[in-house]
Nanobody, 124 residues
């Protein structure tokens, strides 16, 4: 069983930065790929970034590439999403997910566990 808790969201001005964290329970976190998804107001949950179990492979949505860096610390059982040059369109609830079988998928249905989400609001 894996439990995930996001933190680090908040209100920032356009061009600012945030670092989101995803704290995972259990010693088996290192066996899971991790993904970050976001859900803007009135929209479906969308892919942001993913990282495989070792951290050697990453994947980013085109909308955030070069502004976002996903990473993980398997000793601390924590994943991270560093976001720079934030834009108002980045405003959303950000969720982290754990994926046991797909290696870091862009599909929300491939994730076995989800956190409760953390709000990111970017003012213009």
């Amino acid at each position: 069983q894996v439990q995930l808790v996001e933190s680090g969201g908040g209100l920032v001005q356009a061009g600012g930065s945030l670092r989101l964290s995803c704290a995972a329970s259990g010693r088996m976190f290192s066996s899971y790929a991790m993904g970050w998804f976001r859900q803007p107001p009135g929209k479906e949950r969308e892919f942001v970034a993913a990282i495989n179990w070792s951290g050697a492979s990453t994947n980013y949505a085109d909308s955030v590439k070069e502004r976002v860096t996903i990473s993980r610390d398997n000793v601390k059982n924590t994943g991270y999403l560093q976001m720079n040059s934030l834009k108002p369109e980045d405003t959303a609830i950000y969720y982290c997910g754990a994926d046991r079988y797909y290696g870091g998928s862009t599909n929300v249905r491939h994730y076995n566990y989800w956190g409760q989400g953390t709000q990111v609001t970017v003012s213009s």
